[in-house]
């Protein structure tokens, strides 16, 4: 599968991308020729999606060229890119729900007949269209809402190859996917690439890296490391590559065995519709990792936890205690805190002032426990002891940078001096220089009693940050390992399979 | 799941559809036990009239619900329409379309002020449809204290009382406006543009489609269909009324009638089709209880009450969707 | 490891940060100077304060209006609310001046339960509040005539005028105070404190981003719920203003729910929650009826009036979106 074209379909030199004055891409150099499928691969920021919203015209890059089918492109935006033969397949379907499957093929370029749309050809050409990649099942009036996800992503794919796409993009095309719906897609990349269609594919899960791919490149930091055949490349070489950073970067030290308390938490046999045989126990004191790829069941967890989708099964006890978590507010009243991934989506008030914000919680669910100057000075004093870098404490909190907003946060759970703090991707999207100072902040809190969960998808964070890890596989926890494991521990309970191959 | 279920469900019977036959059903009966008869003529006739006054208006409304917007402007629009038309008319046949021509040309005018407001300014179509509105009321109240003009004869003796057995010619000029927006929804890029919009502005944009202008034409195809209500109520009255539209609460109840044909309030689902059966029903009842002779007040009371319900209905059966 | 620095505030930003409730402020200005203009009296304290005693209803609903608002969600109802609580009035006091007090609270009471209805159908039954108010209103017009058959009957004691229609007589410096005034007074500032208070900023949070007031342990549905029947309360409130004021009458609350959405939008408050401060709404209520007052003395015929009311709030809004959006 690796003959390649002389002349490469994309070509993309000297990639440069800067946001705020913080380089998140630099000089990165990539091809793909017709009917390759070019995967890239790399840690959370490495980059890659960066890279593919420049490609797809989603972002201008500030430095180098992109050559598409021989000829130099400036896309301005997405549809200058569409139009040019470059389709992208998001993680999130661009679908109308409501529509059927044709509707939503041709919406934008309905065929026409005498003026009207023609409802006959755009079915016959949708037909026609999942014919050629394969899918004869899946009826072209069908309502795309009903479709589960894989069929969806295929009518994505065909709505891209309406616009007579030669390269796609798939953004980890698999992370809604269950594992029958990965073959599928499989026999679908195999597909579009005899056709002559190349394929850019980023995807966090090496399995499919090696089944699909031709070339793999690895992006770190904005950097592209390295370029190479699949079937040169091994798991260790590109788990290596891709989270190499030194581990000498900082971390607080871990907890001494005294210092790790009594079991504040447990879960027995803890389930529900994402969740299978769940046993957990999270001591005072200790920061408990939790690994595993995007959609193994991580966050989950900690929502089950939280009571935002709790638990339908098993037995939750705190202190020994059993306890029901069935709302937020439940297991916030039984002294629990939860810092959500989604910043933005779930966790700030964005147009509500820093002070709102750290007083939300208290001010929702203990709101006479103490007087009302009195807890207004204590939250200054936390916001303060976080060092949340603000013009002032009534200053909106969409204004400040990720990493002060996610301070603020974490300010807004302190002021209700929890037992169990849940933190789900702390430092995402978030500068290196606050990323250790959560990260402290997290260590301090276990070393001052507080048992912590803590969920991470960069490794060298999850091995530097946790006393103890639990990594997770498909809604169970695959494995625990103590401190001083190695990253290829974890990926070998992470991605299973990889590990056998490998090994 | 099997290929039939992703395809049976397509095109339902509006629910609403299954709630006026057993409306009409119950009704029946309860009128006949009352010793009365719900389907004689007179009863029918009053029905569709109606019907078909709402059910122009109401059709219009469907247009730019599905697209996300929304047009409380629609009862002064009407009004305004039956008094450019009688007055143009002035109680001559020789000006019939002249004025048919200017009130639908007043009220497309109205539309695309409408549309522009929304797309253009960007103002939540709420508030502007609502300022255009007030606009207008300013204009009636302050030039007219009661009925003006004169609607022309032919008119008044086709539009407003002609009729093909139990059917009035109003009701087959609903039929006929509605049949021309199904297709335009059905069979007209712009139709799947629209319904594109509601559905998710976004995907609509990426996809290629001008958002904004599909919107402005929504906006005045809205405008036009309560121009022709105006039109048609003045065939009625044999005048230009500066409060019909207002006294008939022709924009909440367009907008009930909308809803409660099953188009969601926030765009991208529903149609037409369910929107006249929206209009059946609530006419329905009203008929039953004239027949009942039941006070006219209880009606608008179980109006409230069934808005509130059937659209408590819908979002249910949204959830239990979204569950599976 | 890179040092971040603050950049200040691009200056358009701290100028609508702290200026948010400026470009009413102007205008409130203006419409006082254009009055003054022509009517030199109109600041003598006796007609200011009868102006703001008559403007205390409008002020009530769009301060009641400003609850649901901020929270996310319509209340179309309040208008038909005031017009049923008036009739209701009149009928049960039936001039009957020892019934005044019980009815007063019976209407209070029955504000809160609209509210409470209000509030359980759009957050329990999920039906949107546009709707569900929709509904509320159509079946509160129908009951209120159901119920008196067409016309208002029995009268409303003079006890119970007195609150719309007395004042406090020779009060120093400023005269004459309407019990109107004095009622607006105290629960526009029970209101503000209200605002200020736990309940006001987590209303404000959930109308902002609800699943981070969820997530906050916030019970978004019984927060919702408690802004409706505020809404409620300040209707009754106003209707019994009203009722004093200018007596039964079917048209008594008519348009009414728009005028106070009109208010609140005009103030500053975006509609979808989140935004605006409750002084905003107040004022804007107080802006319009100085508009009206304006036509007035200008000779501008009462029937134009709701075209300039259009007129303005297209404007305020137009002018308000561009600024939010050129960010």
Redo the contacts between chains.
């Keep these: 599968m690796s003959d390649r074209a002389p002349v490469p379909l994309l070509a993309l030199r000297g990639i440069g991308k800067s946001f705020y004055g913080?380089r998140v891409l630099d000089g990165v150099d990539l091809d793909v020729a017709p009917g390759e499928v070019h995967a890239v691969v790399g840690e959370n920021g490495a980059g890659k999606s960066t890279l593919m919203k420049i490609v797809s015209g989603g972002y201008v890059p500030d430095g180098g060229t992109i050559e598409f089918a021989g000829r130099s492109c400036v896309f301005g935006g997405?549809?200058d890119a569409?139009r040019a033969g470059i389709g992208i397949i998001h993680q999130e379907f661009?679908?109308?729900?409501?529509?059927?499957v044709a509707?939503n093929v041709y919406?934008?370029?309905?065929p026409?007949r005498r003026?009207?749309?023609d409802?006959r050809q755009m079915l016959s050409r949708t037909r026609d269209l999942l014919a050629t990649i394969g899918e004869t099942?899946l009826?072209a009036?069908?309502?795309v809402?009903?479709?589960?996800v894989a069929q969806q992503q295929v009518v994505e794919i065909a709505?891209a190859l309406a616009l007579d796409a030669r390269l796609l993009i798939m953004d980890e095309p698999t992370a809604a996917l269950a594992d029958h719906e990965v073959e599928l897609l499989y026999g679908l990349v195999r597909r579009l690439q005899q056709q002559g269609i190349g394929l850019l594919y980023v995807s966090h899960r090496l399995t499919e890296v090696f089944d699909l791919s031709d070339r793999i490149t690895v992006l770190k930091d904005g950097r592209r490391v390295q370029t190479m055949p699949t079937t040169e490349a091994t798991a260790e070489d590109l788990v290596r590559q891709m989270v190499g950073r030194e581990l000498s970067s900082y971390y607080p030290d871990r907890a001494a065995p005294e210092d790790i308390g009594a079991v504040r938490l447990a879960v027995r046999g803890g389930g529900n519709r994402k969740l299978r045989d769940i046993d957990l126990d999270l001591r005072a004191g200790e920061v408990l990792g939790i690994g595993g790829l995007q959609g193994s069941g991580r966050s989950a967890l900690a929502r089950a936890l939280?009571g935002?989708e709790p638990f339908t099964t098993g037995l939750v006890t705190i202190d020994g205690k059993p306890t029901r978590l069935r709302s937020?507010?439940a297991a916030?009243?039984a002294g629990i805190a939860?810092v959500?991934e989604d910043r933005k989506?779930?966790?700030?008030?964005?147009?509500?002032s820093v002070l709102?914000n750290a007083?939300?919680?208290s001010?929702?669910?203990f709101?006479v426990r103490s007087g009302?100057a009195a807890r207004t000075v204590r939250v200054r004093e936390l916001l303060a002891t976080v060092e949340v870098?603000a013009?002032g404490d009534d200053?909106?909190i969409r204004?400040l940078?990720g990493g002060n907003q996610q301070k603020v946060v974490l300010a807004?759970w302190l002021a209700l001096d929890p037992l169990i703090l849940l933190f789900d991707e702390p430092t995402r999207g978030i500068?290196?220089?606050?990323k250790?100072a959560i990260h402290d902040l997290v260590r301090q809190l276990a070393r001052a009693g507080a048992a912590v969960l803590m969920i991470s998808s960069e490794l060298p964070e999850l091995l530097g940050m946790s006393d103890r890890m639990l990594v997770m596989r498909d809604g169970r926890v695959a494995g625990e390992l103590p401190a001083g494991s190695t990253e290829e521990d974890v990926v070998a309970l992470a991605v299973g399979t990889v590990s056998e191959a490998a090994a | 799941m099997s290929l039939l279920s992703l395809r049976a469900a397509r095109r339902p019977v509006p629910g609403v559809f299954v709630a006026l036959a057993i409306t009409l059903a119950v009704g029946w009966l309860i009128v006949m036990i009352d010793g009365g008869q719900l389907f004689n003529q007179s009863t029918t006739v009053s029905l569709l009239h109606v019907a078909a006054g709402l059910g122009l208006v109401a059709v219009g409304q469907t247009l730019v619900i599905l697209g996300g917007s929304l047009d409380l402007s629609v009862a002064y629009v009407i009004s305004l329409s039956t008094l450019v038309a009688a007055e143009t008319m002035n109680g001559s046949d020789g000006a019939l379309l002249p004025a048919i021509g200017l009130a639908l040309t007043v009220s497309a005018a109205v539309g695309l002020l409408n549309g522009l407001l929304v797309t253009r300014l960007r103002i939540n179509a709420f508030i502007a449809t609502l300022g255009v509105g007030l606009l207008l009321k300013g204009y009636l109240d302050n030039g007219y204290d009661g009925p003006a003009g004169t609607t022309s004869p032919t008119l008044v003796q086709t539009l407003g009382y002609q009729r093909i057995g139990p059917v009035p010619l109003s009701f087959l000029l609903l039929v006929a406006v509605t049949a021309a927006c199904w297709f335009a929804l059905a069979r007209t890029r712009f139709g799947h543009h629209l319904v594109a919009v509601g559905g998710d502005p976004e995907v609509a944009r990426l996809s290629g489609v001008r958002n904004d202008r599909v919107l402005v034409v929504a906006h005045m195809l809205c405008s036009l269909c309560a121009g022709l209500t105006g039109i048609y109520l003045a065939s009625r009255l044999g005048s230009g009324a500066p409060r019909v539209g207002t006294e008939g609460l022709y924009d909440l109840e367009s907008i009930a009638a909308v809803v409660i044909g099953g188009t969601a309030l926030a765009g991208g689902r529903g149609g037409v089709v369910g929107t006249l059966g929206g209009v059946l029903l609530l006419a329905s009842i009203d008929a039953i209880f004239n027949q009942l002779e039941v006070d006219a007040f209880f009606k608008q009371v179980i109006r409230g009450a069934i808005i509130i319900a059937a659209v408590a209905v819908y979002a249910r059966r949204a959830m239990r969707k979204a569950a599976v | 490891m890179q040092l971040v620095k603050r950049r200040p505030l691009p200056p358009q930003l701290a100028r609508v940060r702290s200026g948010g409730l400026l470009p009413l402020l102007a205008i409130l200005v203006v419409l006082l100077v254009l009055i003054t203009v022509r009517q030199p009296d109109f600041l003598a304290p006796a007609s200011l304060m009868s102006f703001l005693g008559r403007s205390a209803p409008l002020i009530l609903l769009a301060a009641g209006q400003y609850f649901v608002i901020v929270s996310g969600e319509f209340d179309l109802s309040v208008g038909s609310l005031v017009t049923a609580q008036v009739v209701v009035a009149a009928r049960l006091i039936d001039s009957d001046p020892s019934r005044t007090w019980p009815v007063v609270l019976v209407l209070l009471a029955g504000g809160l339960a609209v509210g409470l209805v209000n509030g359980l159908i759009t957050t329990r039954l999920r039906v949107p509040s546009f709707i569900t108010t929709l509904g509320m209103f159509l079946i509160l017009v129908g009951a209120v005539y159901l119920w008196s058959n067409g016309a208002p009957k029995g009268g409303l004691s003079e006890e119970f005028r007195r609150f719309g229609r007395r004042a406090f007589e020779d009060v120093p410096l400023l005269g004459r105070m309407p019990y109107a005034l004095v009622i607006l007074l105290i629960l526009a500032t029970l209101a503000v404190l209200l605002m200020r208070s736990d309940f006001g900023r987590v209303l404000v949070a959930v109308g902002d981003n609800p699943r981070t007031a969820e997530l906050s342990g916030v019970r978004v549905h019984r927060t919702r719920t408690i802004a409706f029947m505020l809404s409620g309360l300040a209707a009754a409130v106003a209707a019994i203003l009203i009722g004093g004021y200018s007596g039964v009458s079917f048209q008594a609350g008519a348009g009414l729910e728009f005028g106070a959405i009109t208010a609140v939008v005009l103030g500053g408050v975006a509609l979808g929650g989140g935004r605006g401060s409750i002084v905003g709404a107040m004022l804007g209520a107080l802006t319009l009826e100085l508009l009206f007052t304006l036509m007035n003395f200008y000779g501008v015929s009462g029937a134009l009036r709701p075209t300039v009311q259009g007129a303005i709030i297209l404007f305020a809004v137009a002018v308000s979106t561009r600024r939010s959006t050129s960010r």
């Design positions: 913080v997405p549809r569409q661009n679908l109308l729900p409501e529509r059927t509707e919406l934008g370029h309905e026409k003026g009207l749309v409802r099942t009826p009036d069908a309502v809402g009903r479709l589960g709505k939280f935002v937020p507010r916030t009243r939860y959500t989506g779930e966790g700030i008030v964005a147009r509500q709102d007083l939300l919680a001010r929702a669910v709101p009302r870098r013009a200053q909106e204004f940078s807004r500068d290196v220089g606050a250790s």
